[in-house]
């Protein structure tokens, strides 16, 4: 079974209007920790935000933003005032577990989201 | 400059002739890993590597080796590359903070990637 979903394979926003990629997540851990990635056209992997199982405030990094709903196991993506250098891939990964000396600390990897900027 | 180099970036080969993508991290980082990245599939793990020494497979290994000698460096290894090897690389390191999964990213820090094409 999946473990990591997200639904949108493309999206498109208009310059400075705000925007959520949604990513939904399996696991029967309590202890997770949730991630999201940003993959420019020239490939590297950016981390932009991390969300906690246990933390009880959304996630905040600037202009990005986590909605975690923890009953709804989704961890949606916020970018507020979007700019035309956030077309990207963005990718929701997932840690379960935690981090232990018998652990891979492996991150499970959405599909990803593509989105285009508008100007 | 804190960060993880792969070289090399871009690599067209031959089935059968062996190669060596070589990934350096300068942040004397204990966790090591290498994933694999396919269009509609995200990025999926194909070796780890806890400490010097201490490797183990991923989710998709067959057709790599792995060796870490050293602390910084992790070369994956494609000893008989065929067609279906043919993807976008990542080495990615962290720290590793045993027993941090409440609270603390410890986020992946990935290199730029390797782009590998067999013919």
């Known amino acids: 079974a999946q473990k990591i979903t997200q639904t949108q394979p493309g999206m498109f926003v208009q310059e400075k209007e705000a925007v959520t990629l949604d990513c939904t997540y399996d696991?029967?851990?309590?202890?997770?920790?949730l991630f999201w990635y940003k993959q420019p056209s020239s490939g590297e992997m950016i981390f932009l935000i991390y969300q906690g199982s246990y933390d009880e405030q959304n996630a905040t990094e600037g202009r990005y933003s986590l909605n975690f709903q923890k009953a709804r196991k989704s961890a949606n993506l916020v970018i507020s005032a979007s700019q035309l250098g956030d077309s990207a891939m963005y990718f929701c990964?997932?840690?379960?577990?935690?981090?232990?000396?018998?652990?891979?600390?492996?991150?499970?990897f959405g599909s990803g989201t593509r989105l285009l900027v508008r100007p | 400059e804190a960060q993880v180099t792969q070289n090399p970036r871009y690599l067209i080969t031959v089935t059968g002739k062996k190669l060596t993508v070589t990934c350096s991290q300068n942040m004397n980082h204990e966790y090591m890993s290498w994933y694999r990245q396919d269009p509609g599939l995200g990025l999926r793990q194909i070796y780890y590597?806890?400490?010097?020494?201490?490797?183990d497979k991923g989710d998709v290994p067959e057709g790599y080796k792995v060796s870490r000698k050293e602390k910084r460096n992790f070369p994956l290894i494609l000893e008989s590359p065929s067609p279906n090897q043919t993807s976008l690389y990542f080495c990615a390191s962290s720290l590793f903070l045993s027993g941090t999964g409440l609270s603390g990213a410890n986020v992946l820090t990935f290199g730029a990637g390797s782009r590998l094409t067999v013919l």
């Open positions: 696991t029967s851990d309590q202890s997770y920790g």
């Open positions: 590597s806890m400490n010097v020494e201490v490797t």
């Open positions: 990964a997932m840690r379960e577990g935690q981090i232990r000396m018998d652990s891979s600390y492996k991150l499970i």
